[in-house]
């Protein structure tokens, strides 16, 4: 609990270093004035938003904090209005199915330097139901975090039909509004795409997986205000909702030209049920305000990321070879050792054995039929154990990471066949099962599944004595939607109960194993969510690491998610998803611009292979401050061009890195245009020189030379391209 340090006075701006909230006090409640570029017109914004000129006669904006469904509208001119937009909805222990807030309280609550915290304490005027509504602006990183928790003292349980983190409507905030979201699905991660939102459309996105967050859609959006959507100009709101299960958000351009925002989780199978003293803790929203369009709420979400939320989020990532492409379920020890030999050999620091080295006799992990919920070495395959292997991989200088899917089971496990109770399943009907015909998810709602779990991943981490990163997978949605430890009454709650428990299961073993790095995977890419990013410190981008769908995937993902998050593998061509061959510098240099890793055995390189990735891999190492800790500039998008380009800025400005990527280009047709570099020091004088070289420069005369900061920017920097698969990397020093 944070303390109180004083009342809110009214209006109260809360600001970032570049952004301001206004709220202001109206009757009983606390409203937004304004949302927008730090100002210092607070007053005026109140009197701006509040009068009644801007009221809509029949569907005016719901300005409060956290608009109630059944609420007034207050009065307009003697007639009554409803609220229809709650982000909250309940039904009381009475049957009544209204809330009508008063806020008993606004307080400033202390928190950590650079960070300022309002909060709201709301409670219903007639029902002892109470919301407690945070608003936690980082400075620094121009991003507000807000989230709400609920509890009663209701006789009977409250429930909640919709349970929003979010719900502002922004009144004067633009008449236009262009909406971007990233949706896909296995190996085809984050596809960008962007619509206009008439005026009265609404826009839902939303994943009903209950495992796979970011699949469907990614729990994120932009939104343009009053121009379109533009990456270097124009203002831009940007938002994110932090939660690994089942989620809406919601985006609408009302008659009256107000921007209504929702998000929050969604629980599918009914309305929550929320029993007397039982705190429920509402996942967290943030969201920024850009002024220079989606590079600059990218940018912002970033900072944040790495500043604030991530676990390990200053810390530079190793580069990593994972074995999963390279051997899939088929190795042996001396499998092992051999790929541990070249990752040594090409500059890698940590090996990661993936899916096949657990599960016992019957259950032996050598395909992906059994063994999910056995987290037991398999001795017949590893005879040497685990604490063998850490001790190979640190004779060779490297550290030792293990996958793990802990939220599942097959049903052809000792775990699941002990205690069948333990999947999500629904009384008297069959059950469904996923991937090899058998996998099911456990039920995570249920504190013994947590506990057994947790029991079997402690100990294999206690029995290595060194491991130091873990693959967190997890390969289903929700096939079935009930729980037998909850009760018949509480069955709707499995959606959300079950997304606390796993986050209440990672964080318990981050708390025990405090030194361990997690990679969040989900089937690949749908586990980039800042829900799970709270604990996992990065998330394996794509199944598909064809590198020129790659370009297209990393892009989407980084609109949201810093490169430092995104782990990004070289493996080998032709590619195993998609069958198309590239040549092995444009699948470096397409790995380049995230957490770099590889994903292939070694032993199939030549030596040749094995000296430019040797070479790029220190080029990566001398780089990858910049890279994963940098601010991004995306500077020709894949999507409306043959070619892609971005870079990285050091946080001091003094250094850049800069990947240019061909993608369908056409013969003959010439160079591109010259790339206008961004947030360089005009006056700086930067020297240019080309790494990862295969062949030929790509900027021939200008290799090694130094020019203004300025001049890169606003006359641009000449390069050449070849075709389809011809890459380059620039490294960018100020003088
Ligand atoms: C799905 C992941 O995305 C892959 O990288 C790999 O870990 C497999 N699961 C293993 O079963």
Redesign the pocket.
């Known amino acids: 609990m944070n303390e109180k340090l004083s009342s809110l006075p009214s209006p109260y701006a809360l600001t970032t270093d570049n952004t301001e909230l206004v709220f202001v006090k109206k009757d009983a409640l606390w409203r937004v004035a304004h949302y927008g570029e730090r100002s210092n017109v607070a007053a005026d914004a109140v009197l701006l938003t509040e009068c009644r000129y801007n009221a809509e006669s029949f569907g005016r904006a719901t300005l409060e904090t956290y608009p109630s469904f059944g609420a007034d509208y207050g009065d307009n001119d003697g007639q009554m209005g409803m609220c229809k937009y709650g982000a909250i909805q309940a039904q009381h222990a009475d049957g009544n199915t209204t809330i009508q807030w008063r806020c008993a309280d606004a307080w400033l609550a202390a928190d950590e330097e650079g960070v300022e915290h309002v909060v709201f304490d709301l409670e219903d005027t007639t029902r002892p139901f109470r919301a407690r509504q945070h608003f936690r602006a980082v400075k620094a990183a121009d991003v507000i975090e807000t989230w709400v928790e609920l509890e009663h003292d209701e006789p009977a349980p409250v429930r909640l039909s919709i349970m929003d983190s979010f719900g502002l409507d922004f009144a004067n905030i633009g008449t236009e509004f262009e909406v971007l979201s990233v949706c896909g699905q296995w190996a085809c991660e984050a596809v960008q795409d962007s619509t206009r939102l008439a005026r009265g459309q609404r826009i839902d996105l939303g994943s009903r997986s209950g495992v796979r967050d970011a699949w469907e859609n990614n729990p994120a959006v932009m939104v343009s205000l009053g121009c379109p959507l533009d990456e270097d100009r124009g203002t831009v709101f940007a938002g994110a909702l932090a939660w690994p299960g089942a989620w809406e958000i919601s985006v609408q351009h009302t008659l009256h030209h107000t921007l209504r925002v929702r998000a929050g989780a969604a629980n599918l199978s009914g309305a929550y049920v929320l029993d007397a003293g039982k705190r429920l803790t509402l996942p967290k929203f943030i969201f920024t305000y850009s002024t220079q369009g989606m590079g600059g709420a990218s940018r912002a979400l970033h900072r944040w990321a790495r500043g604030w939320h991530l676990p390990h989020g200053k810390v530079v990532r190793d580069v990593l070879l ?1 074995s ?2 390279g051997a ?2 088929d190795f042996t020890e001396k499998t092992l050792t051999d790929m541990m030999d070249g990752t040594a050999k090409l500059g890698g620091e940590l090996f990661v054995i ?3 080295w657990f599960g016992r006799g019957a259950h032996a992990r050598n395909d ?1 039929t059994c063994g999910l919920g056995d987290w037991i070495w398999n001795e017949e395959k590893l005879p040497k154990g685990l604490a063998y292997l850490v001790k190979e991989a640190n004779a060779r200088g490297l550290k030792l990471g293990l ?1 793990f ?1 802990p939220e599942m089971a097959n049903t052809a496990s000792d775990l699941a066949e002990a205690h069948p109770d333990w999947i999500i399943r629904e009384k008297n009907r069959p059950l469904r099962v996923g ?1 090899g015909k058998s996998q099911v998810v456990l039920d995570m709602s249920n504190p013994a599944v947590r506990d057994a779990i947790f029991d079997q991943v402690d100990a294999v981490i206690r029995s290595a004595n060194g491991l130091s990163y873990i ?1 967190w ?1 997890a ?1 289903a949605d929700f096939m079935n939607a009930g729980s037998t430890y909850l009760d018949a009454d509480h069955q709707a709650n499995i959606w959300f109960d079950y997304t606390v428990g796993v986050m209440e299961l990672i964080a318990r073993l981050r708390v025990a194993h405090p030194e361990i790095v997690y990679q969040a ?4 890419g749908a586990h980039a969510d800042y829900g799970w990013l709270a604990y996992a410190d990065e998330f ?1 981008g ?2 598909n690491s064809c590198a020129q769908q790659r370009v297209f995937i990393q892009w989407g993902e980084e609109l949201f998610y810093p490169a430092c998050c995104v782990a990004s593998h070289v493996t080998v061509s032709p590619n195993h998803q998609t069958h198309r061959t590239s040549p092995l510098k444009f699948r470096f240099d397409v790995a380049f611009s995230g957490r770099l890793g590889f ?1 292939l055995h070694p032993k199939g390189m030549t030596e040749e292979e094995i000296r430019f990735c040797t070479d790029a891999v220190e080029s990566y190492k001398r780089l990858r401050t910049t890279i994963q800790q940098g601010d991004l500039y995306r500077l020709v998008s894949p999507y409306k061009n043959d070619h892609a380009a971005l870079m990285f800025v050091s946080a001091d400005r003094r250094k850049a890195v800069v990947c240019v990527y061909g993608m369908a280009r056409l013969a003959m047709q010439g160079n591109p245009a010259p790339l206008h570099l961004r947030g360089l020091y005009p006056n700086l004088r930067y020297r240019i020189t080309e790494i990862n070289k295969a062949a030929e420069s790509h900027i021939g005369p200008l290799e090694g030379k130094a020019f203004g900061g300025d001049a890169l920017m606003t006359q641009g920097l000449p390069f050449t391209l070849g075709n389809e698969d011809d890459s380059l990397v620039l490294e960018l020093t100020a003088e």
């Open positions: 994972n999963w492409e899939y379920f993936d899916d096949g992906d996958w899917e991937r693959k997978d390969n995977c989900s089937s690949g394996w794509s199944d994903e």
